[in-house]
């Protein structure tokens, strides 16, 4: 039986030592910054983005991993042997999945799954570890992608902006649209429900809205063991240590993430995100 290759994308923040250990390649997600081009977390990570956007008098946009860097991808990995899973962004975030389908038919007659997360950041990465697991135990294409698709209906995202500003510019707001006009100390949190942003709340002050994150995290999870948690920030890392302290007491979980959210997911959430993303009941 064929051996199987995982490849996500660069919006999950997978730990480089977990990409190494299981032996999951990464799609940039590209960064446009007036003329200049990024991909993402390859010409530009986190701290030098956040840095840059303070002073921009032009904001960054952002496009979908390029059909020639998943042909790369595609063609090393089926040159080795590998069947390939690729578990990706929700189609309704970006085209990545389309770009990832072009790239797929270059190579007709290699055994390419392209798998919907509908979801993004470490829910997508959890998935994505999920398949890569049962890949290195010896698990078949097939059986890996209902791995992953076990893993997309018990995963989720919860995720307090600290303002909607640049999700309505980049045109990712959703479900969210009735909170545009929030007051300014008023937090919105968001989830992500079937691929998409949805609005779930407003919460008076950011520290409130933060431990509301962890509340709704845990009506989420319920009484589902084990549990894989991660919390992510964009530029706010003094505000979401706490929140991983007080989840990893909560929910006890085997696996944690901590990270920035990448330079693209920062484009379109701003600065101040925090985010908490699990992986529950498997």
Known sequence: ?????????????????????????????????????????????????????????????????????????????????????????????????????????????????????????????????AAARAAQAGASLAECRAVAEQARQ??????????????HRGGRIGGAQRFLGTALNLKPILEVVDGKLEAVERVRTRRKAHSRLIELAEERIGNRSPVHLSVIHANAAEDARPVMEEAVTKFNPIETVFSDVSPVIGTHVGPGTVAICYLAGM
Request: hydrophobic share 45%; charged share 15%.
């Open 1 to 129: 039986m064929p051996k199987v290759a995982v490849v996500t994308d660069s919006t999950a923040y997978i730990p480089k030592p977990l990409l190494e250990q299981y032996h999951i390649s990464v799609g940039p997600q590209v960064l446009i910054w007036g003329s200049e081009t990024f991909e993402d977390g390859v010409d530009i990570q986190p701290v030098e983005f956040y840095r840059r956007l303070e002073k921009a008098t032009v904001m960054p946009t952002s496009s979908q991993v390029s059909i020639p860097s998943f042909k790369r991808i595609f063609g090393e990995l089926v040159a080795q042997g590998y069947d390939i899973l690729a578990v990706l962004i929700s189609s309704k975030f970006s085209g990545t999945i389309g770009s990832a389908g072009q790239a797929k038919a270059m190579y007709p007659e290699a055994n390419i799954e392209i798998f919907d997360s509908q979801s993004t950041a470490m829910a997508l990465g959890f998935q994505a570890l």
């Open 154 to 167: 018990n995963s989720g995202v919860l995720v307090c902006v600290d303002t909607l500003e640049f999700l």
